[in-house]
């Protein structure tokens, strides 16, 4: 029997797990594996990212994008640790992620040996599986044990193996574990679900705030909401669930989100959580009914006091709980918040295609609209750039990529990657702001090398924006939230990609078409205003502590700069 390579066994395993590309950098603690990458390249694309970060971030979104496995390698020491909030983002938005980590010579790991870091207390916290290879013969049973653990519990697995582990070779190839993962497909009990018809039943003024569970089930929740006369609002990570422009969709909840949204959740008798794991406590109504369906039981009640919770999957349940219940004869409440939503629409349809000078991002965003397909992956950044693309862009049946509960910037460039890769024969768009990219715009250079045409939008006001208005809304004096300029398109065109600068609104159109006919990747810099992205709903302790830091600014330095009254005053 022909011997193998450990690092050869392990490669035909990924490739038999369906995992067809690894983002990381090669290095002394890896580079043995690395050469049964290489000798598998047809096979299995090694995506040489510039920094480890972007490596896990690009696995994340991958897996959120596509529900298959993402995969990142790194080296031991400095590499593991920049992986770590890629890996953080993972764990957070739900994304199995595998992340294969090298490690010092056995023979030297304790010894203090030159990079070596203590790996396993390192992803203690991240990974729902965190294991370091002792021997060659673990190896190919421990990454099988890996990839399941990290599609079943939807998180991070870490594999971690010395470097000399790899070239060690093995007589034999039958192992204790195959590899495969059985999506489980269950319901839950008859008792929870009639109590939630119930509740249904019952309900007057009921609401869906719909999640990232649910975005694979779009004809069965607009069917459940139709017979129910419900409205739909969407958390961030729901964003395109169903179109922006859809009848029943009230648009996004939150900081970010809209005012009939907020209106109507807070009005609500009976609050529906599809999929989601919203945070914010303080924007959900206290003393209502709720109803909550997820696919993790401890996610049930974990965020919100539930009246009742159905375990399982929303594309079987909701069938189920749609031919149950009463057919609601009475549309009140839902005409009532379709009128609100409706004169939303309007606002904001005005504010976009209002001609600004110096531009404006909800502008920006007017003329995306016009060149985005239908079905392109959109990469948002953080920041008030999210703010600007959740409420200005309306998605019809575009995928949406975002760090969600972590939050981090600079995903836009790195989702943006995974995206093109998992679709490579789609549009796809990064928009970031200038803070986010120029975290990781050294992996423009990537995008480059690897020929993925993506289109960066940066939003570009030199400014740390949503830091600096968080610091007026506290009440305080800003502080080191200025950036400085930069001109991202002689970036892009130093990196071989194409670069397109815009200052004046009359050529924001066009250059927008020009990048867009491309097949290169291009950066669109995009010089706007700085202008507060004012919640859908403004708070009186919002205004009050925005009161405090006008005060101040005045005596500080005798300057006062408001934010559009009229905007302000529809929000109240």
Known sequence: MKEKRTG???????????????????????????DDLRKQEEKIQFIQVRHEEVGSLSASAYAKLTGKIGACLSITGPGAIHMLNGLYDAKQDGAPVVAIVGQVSSSMVGTDAFQEVNLERLFDDVAVFNRRAESADQLPDLLNKAIRMAYTEKGVSVLIVPDDLFAVKHKKDEFLTAPGYEQPKF??????????????????????????????SRKELIDFAEKIKAPIVLSLLGKGTIPDYHELNLGQHGQIGTKPAYEAIMETDLLLLFGTSFPYREYLPDHTHSIQIDLKSEKIGSLYPITAGLCGDIKRVLPSLTSKVKENEDNTYLQKYQGKMKKWHINMIKEKKEEESPMQAPQVMYALEQEVDHDAVIS????????????????????????GRLASMGIGLPGAIAGQVANPDKQVIAICGDGGFSMVMHDFVTAVKNDLPIKVIVLNNSNLAMIKYEQQEMGKLNYETGLGEMDFAKFAESCGGEGYRVEKSEDLANEIRRAFQSDKPAVIDIAIEDMAPLPGKIHFDQAVKYSEYLIKEFFANKKVEFPDIKKSLKRF
């Open 8 to 34: 050869e066994i392990m490669t035909e395993q990924l490739i038999e797990w369906g995992i067809d590309h690894i983002y990381g950098l090669p290095g002394d603690s890896i580079n043995e594996f690395i």
């Open 187 to 216: 319901e839950p009990d008859q008792e929870s679900v009639q109590q939630a018809v119930n509740l249904i039943n019952e309900a007057k003024k009921p609401v869906i705030l719909a999640g990232r569970g649910a975005r694979n």
């Open 380 to 403: 948002c950044d953080v920041g008030n750039v999210t703010v600007w693309t959740t409420r200005f862009f309306p998605f019809t049946n575009q995928q949406f990529v975002i760090s």
